[in-house]
């Protein structure tokens, strides 16, 4: 699996934020094994350094960095958000966030669309946190766009994949562009269920961070995304409505009336 | 003059971005940096001048989801 032509081993993205501490955070994400986290970038004071702590945390953790810009409302503060991003972090990723819906964290998906053709025009990889919704994917690839991360769920959630329909759409609409499903997601059969309607990768951080024990949690979240790669590879069954025997009724034996 | 460093009053002697983030503790931080809404990169800092009232936003690394 490739991002902008970065291939990856690990097809599970995890945040970085909400753990109860340093120590927890670094541990859960080895246990995930994940290649690429999420990083955001938030005020700082002379006087304090958790930043900069913050930082040396995950350098030496050495995963890949994909900056958000989380909170963001305007199409205007994404972008300077996201240009502030690139240069703090060394990166042209960004994981595109423009907040709509202050309940649901819900995408402004024209604001979204908007910036996401500014930053994409300006050299950057744009990953955006989109809904399922198949012409405002269109109109993101047309933006220049070739990473989609589509919700789950509203973030931090946990209720997992609330249209199923709309993400099986989703995949069958874009075969050839890495979709992830990003956000909503509380366990392991969550992600479990993304891999297994073929998407390349998932994205979480609450569901990880916020558990009794992350690190545990972890490990569940990396199992699952690899039973379910491993199952849509395997080709499951498509559901049916009538029974089907699966011990063969040939040739049984007649002991009945 | 009178500047505001994420939203908070401060007075600076300093003629440029850089000279005031300097002064302010800045130095040698991780930091990226915006006036007045717009990014300034860590190139620009030197040339940039400070005007009374300026709006400056200093950011650092966090965390994040």
Redesign the interface.
């Known amino acids: 699996m490739s991002f902008y032509g970065v291939e990856l081993g690990s097809r599970l993205l995890l945040g970085t934020s909400r753990y109860p501490s340093p120590a927890v955070l670094g541990e859960a994400i080895k246990a995930s094994k994940a290649e690429v986290v999420t990083v955001s970038l938030r005020r700082e004071s002379g006087s304090e350094r958790a930043g900069q702590t913050f930082w040396s945390l995950v350098r030496a953790l050495g995963v890949r960095v994909l900056p958000n810009t989380a909170g963001c409302h305007s199409v205007k503060e994404a972008v300077t958000t996201a240009h502030m991003a690139r240069e703090l972090f060394d990166t042209t990723w960004i994981k595109l966030e423009v907040i709509g819906e202050s309940d649901t964290l819900q995408p402004d998906v024209f604001g979204l669309v908007e910036a996401a053709r500014i930053l994409s025009e300006d050299g950057f990889e744009v990953f955006p946190y989109t809904t399922e919704d198949l012409v405002v994917a269109d109109r993101l690839v047309e933006a220049g766009c070739r990473v989609l991360m589509p919700w789950g769920a509203p973030i931090g959630s946990a209720r997992g994949l609330n249209n199923v329909y709309g993400l099986k759409s989703l995949r069958a609409h874009f075969p050839d562009i890495p979709l992830v499903v990003d956000a909503g997601l509380g366990v392991p059969s969550h992600a479990a269920a993304a891999m297994e309607l073929g998407y390349d990768a998932v994205l979480l951080n609450t569901a990880v961070a916020e558990a009794g024990d992350p690190v545990a949690m972890a490990r569940a979240f990396a199992l699952a995304v690899e039973a379910g790669r491993t199952a849509y590879l395997a080709q499951p069954l498509e559901p049916r409505d009538m029974a089907a025997p699966s011990t063969p009724v040939i040739g049984k034996a007649a002991l009945g009336d | 003059m009178r500047i505001f460093v994420?939203d908070?009053v401060r007075e600076v002697d300093a003629g440029t971005l850089a000279v005031a983030l300097d002064a302010?503790?800045?130095g040698g931080?991780?930091?990226?940096?915006?006036v007045n809404?717009?990014?300034v990169?860590?190139t620009a800092r030197p040339g940039t001048k400070l005007a009374d009232g300026d709006r400056i936003?200093?950011?650092?690394?966090?965390?994040?989801?």
């Open positions: 994420n908070e302010m503790g800045f931080r991780k930091i990226a940096t915006a809404g717009r990014f990169a860590a936003e200093v950011v650092a690394p966090m965390q994040g989801g």
